[in-house]
Protein backbone atom coordinates (compact mmCIF):
# COMPACT_ATOMS: atom_id res chain seq x y z
CA UNK A 1 0.00 0.00 0.00
CA UNK A 2 1.16 3.45 -0.87
CA UNK A 3 2.51 6.10 1.78
CA UNK A 4 0.55 9.20 1.36
CA UNK A 5 3.85 10.63 0.34
CA UNK A 6 3.38 8.58 -2.12
CA UNK A 7 0.09 9.08 -3.44
CA UNK A 8 0.61 13.21 -3.24
CA UNK A 9 4.09 12.79 -5.26
CA UNK A 10 1.89 10.87 -7.70
CA UNK A 11 -0.71 13.63 -7.69
CA UNK A 12 -3.56 11.37 -6.24
CA UNK A 13 -3.46 13.42 -3.05
CA UNK A 14 -3.11 17.41 -3.92
CA UNK A 15 -0.32 19.60 -2.31
CA UNK A 16 1.64 22.77 -3.13
CA UNK A 17 3.68 21.63 -5.23
CA UNK A 18 7.56 23.77 -5.00
CA UNK A 19 9.57 21.03 -7.13
CA UNK A 20 9.78 17.70 -9.17
CA UNK A 21 12.22 15.67 -11.50
CA UNK A 22 11.94 11.77 -12.09
CA UNK A 23 13.23 10.73 -8.92
CA UNK A 24 12.10 13.81 -6.40
CA UNK A 25 9.47 16.03 -5.28
CA UNK A 26 9.39 18.92 -3.06
CA UNK A 27 6.13 20.05 -1.51
CA UNK A 28 4.80 22.73 1.19
CA UNK A 29 4.58 21.18 4.73
CA UNK A 30 0.60 21.69 5.68
CA UNK A 31 1.55 21.98 9.01
CA UNK A 32 4.52 24.04 8.65
CA UNK A 33 6.53 26.06 11.27
CA UNK A 34 7.49 28.98 9.07
CA UNK A 35 6.04 30.31 5.57
CA UNK A 36 8.15 28.12 3.25
CA UNK A 37 8.57 25.09 5.45
CA UNK A 38 9.06 22.10 3.01
CA UNK A 39 9.20 18.38 2.43
CA UNK A 40 11.55 16.63 -0.07
CA UNK A 41 10.97 12.95 -0.42
CA UNK A 42 12.04 10.86 -3.15
CA UNK A 43 9.70 9.21 -5.30
CA UNK A 44 11.13 5.94 -4.18
CA UNK A 45 8.79 4.35 -1.37
CA UNK A 46 11.66 3.90 1.20
CA UNK A 47 11.00 4.65 5.24
CA UNK A 48 14.03 5.53 6.61
CA UNK A 49 16.42 8.00 4.57
CA UNK A 50 19.76 6.37 5.23
CA UNK A 51 18.03 3.05 3.89
CA UNK A 52 18.45 4.56 0.56
CA UNK A 53 21.34 3.84 -1.86
CA UNK A 54 24.08 6.47 -1.79
CA UNK A 55 23.11 7.61 -5.19
CA UNK A 56 19.53 8.59 -4.33
CA UNK A 57 20.64 9.88 -0.97
CA UNK A 58 23.22 12.17 -2.25
CA UNK A 59 20.89 12.83 -5.45
CA UNK A 60 18.35 14.12 -2.62
CA UNK A 61 20.81 16.45 -0.91
CA UNK A 62 21.35 18.46 -3.97
CA UNK A 63 17.58 18.97 -5.19
CA UNK A 64 17.00 20.29 -1.51
CA UNK A 65 19.96 22.55 -1.81
CA UNK A 66 18.30 24.09 -4.80
CA UNK A 67 15.20 24.59 -3.59
CA UNK A 68 16.82 25.39 0.05
CA UNK A 69 18.38 28.19 -1.82
CA UNK A 70 15.01 29.36 -3.61
CA UNK A 71 13.25 29.48 0.09
CA UNK A 72 16.37 31.33 1.97
CA UNK A 73 15.82 34.17 -1.02
CA UNK A 74 11.94 34.03 -0.10
CA UNK A 75 11.74 34.48 2.85
CA UNK A 76 15.15 36.29 3.38
CA UNK A 77 15.86 34.00 6.22
CA UNK A 78 19.31 33.74 7.97
CA UNK A 79 19.83 29.77 7.06
CA UNK A 80 17.34 26.96 5.72
CA UNK A 81 17.47 24.12 8.21
CA UNK A 82 17.73 20.37 6.75
CA UNK A 83 15.83 18.42 9.35
CA UNK A 84 15.23 14.59 9.11
CA UNK A 85 12.31 13.49 11.96
CA UNK A 86 8.86 11.78 11.99
CA UNK A 87 7.96 8.61 12.29
CA UNK A 88 4.17 9.39 11.42
CA UNK A 89 4.55 8.71 7.14
CA UNK A 90 7.02 5.63 6.64
CA UNK A 91 8.04 7.70 3.73
CA UNK A 92 11.96 9.05 3.64
CA UNK A 93 11.50 12.86 4.39
CA UNK A 94 13.57 15.80 4.53
CA UNK A 95 12.68 19.22 6.41
CA UNK A 96 13.66 22.34 4.79
CA UNK A 97 13.05 25.34 7.39
CA UNK A 98 13.24 29.26 7.01
CA UNK A 99 15.14 30.10 10.24
CA UNK A 100 16.48 33.03 11.66
CA UNK A 101 17.04 31.07 15.56
CA UNK A 102 17.55 27.59 16.56
CA UNK A 103 13.67 27.94 18.13
CA UNK A 104 12.50 28.65 14.82
CA UNK A 105 12.82 24.82 14.09
CA UNK A 106 11.05 24.10 17.71
CA UNK A 107 8.80 21.41 16.44
CA UNK A 108 6.58 21.41 19.65
CA UNK A 109 5.66 24.71 18.91
CA UNK A 110 2.18 25.73 17.58
CA UNK A 111 2.42 25.26 14.04
CA UNK A 112 0.98 28.33 11.72
CA UNK A 113 -2.59 28.24 10.31
CA UNK A 114 -2.20 29.71 6.37
CA UNK A 115 -5.52 29.74 4.12
CA UNK A 116 -4.82 27.74 0.76
CA UNK A 117 -4.54 31.26 -0.77
CA UNK A 118 -1.23 31.65 1.18
CA UNK A 119 -0.14 28.11 0.52
CA UNK A 120 -0.57 28.95 -3.68
CA UNK A 121 1.29 32.41 -3.31
CA UNK A 122 3.81 30.40 -1.27
CA UNK A 123 4.54 27.86 -3.26
CA UNK A 124 4.39 30.27 -6.40
CA UNK A 125 7.05 32.56 -4.57
CA UNK A 126 9.49 29.66 -4.10
CA UNK A 127 8.88 27.26 -7.24
CA UNK A 128 9.73 30.54 -8.99
Given amino acids: MATVFSKIAA ?35 VDYLYDLDDDTLAGMILFAKGI ?38 DFSREKLKLTPDEFAEIALNISK
Avoid at 14 to 39: C, Q, V, W
Fill in 11 to 45: GEIPSYKIAEDERFYAFLDINPLAKGHTLVIPKQE
Fill in 68 to 105: AAKIKAYTDCNRVATVVLGLEVPHAHIHLIPMNSEKDV
